[in-house]
């Protein structure tokens, strides 16, 4: 949907809140304080505190993210509303506002002062999880390529959305345990290796978006193909976990 499709529709059906119903936005201030933000960030690796999201010193060896950066708990106000989302995907005015609220997160607190620095200083590539072609007809969007436009646009970073894509359908992940969700994704992601040749000489840090990070087996996997193909560093951004 065009910027002006998505203008004239919220102009017929004006936004509600997903939650109480109120009119006015699709999230409204009472409801965002009750979702609330993140206390704390965690290392990618081991899941434990890390004050700014870096990997732990400890953690980094392998194929690993670099850091994390989420912005808000997954807990059941958030559910509700990244549901609605997903199964009514003409909401997309809802989504932004999150990803706004996220993004002014992550430019005011201190906690994210060495993401901020990630962002300036190394000018990532932003890349979104992608969805498997099929997955993609059938709900006509995808809500990290959404994020990843926003995220992108933001902070003026370059966004590539070609160079990362899925091989194979997988089950759902929240149907799934930890170990059956990380032997789900095994595999499912592969590198346009003519894309990567393209800038294989600056071979760019990269940002990598999803909308959620429980057990963080889907970032990995990406994570993991990206860095075999000879990226250096690589962080990734969450609205939640």
């Given amino acids: 949907m065009t910027n002006f499709g998505r203008f004239f529709f919220d102009l017929l059906f004006p936004p509600a809140c997903l939650i109480c119903q109120k ?6 201030a009472s409801c965002q304080e009750k979702m609330s933000y993140l206390a704390r960030q965690i290392c990618p690796h081991c899941g434990k505190p890390s004050l700014t999201g870096q990997i732990h010193h400890d953690c980094q060896k392998g194929c690993f993210l670099d850091g994390l950066v989420s912005a808000f708990p997954y807990r059941p106000l958030f559910k509700e509303v990244i549901r609605q989302i997903k199964f009514e995907p003409f909401i997309f005015s809802a989504l932004e506002e999150l990803i706004i609220n996220a993004l002014g997160y992550f430019d005011r607190e201190k906690q994210f002062l060495l993401f901020r620095r990630f962002v300036k200083q190394e000018h990532p590539v932003v890349i979104p999880i992608p969805l498997y072609k099929s997955k993609l007809r059938q709900r006509g969007f995808n809500q990290a390529q959404i994020i990843a436009q926003t995220v992108a646009g933001h902070y003026s970073l370059p966004l590539e959305e070609k160079l990362l ?27 346009d290796q003519e894309r990567l040749g393209n800038c294989r000489q600056v071979l ?16 990995r996997e990406a994570c993991r193909v990206l860095k075999r193909a000879g990226i250096v560093k690589v962080w990734g951004l969450t609205l939640s976990q």
């Fill in 23 to 28: 009119q006015g936005s699709f999230i409204c």
């Fill in 165 to 191: 894509f899925r091989v194979r359908p997988t089950r759902p992940q929240f149907q799934l345990e930890a170990k059956e969700r990380r032997q789900n994704i095994k595999g499912a992601f592969s590198i």
């Fill in 204 to 219: 760019p840090p990269i940002l990598l978006v999803d909308d959620i990070w429980t057990s963080g087996a889907t970032i």
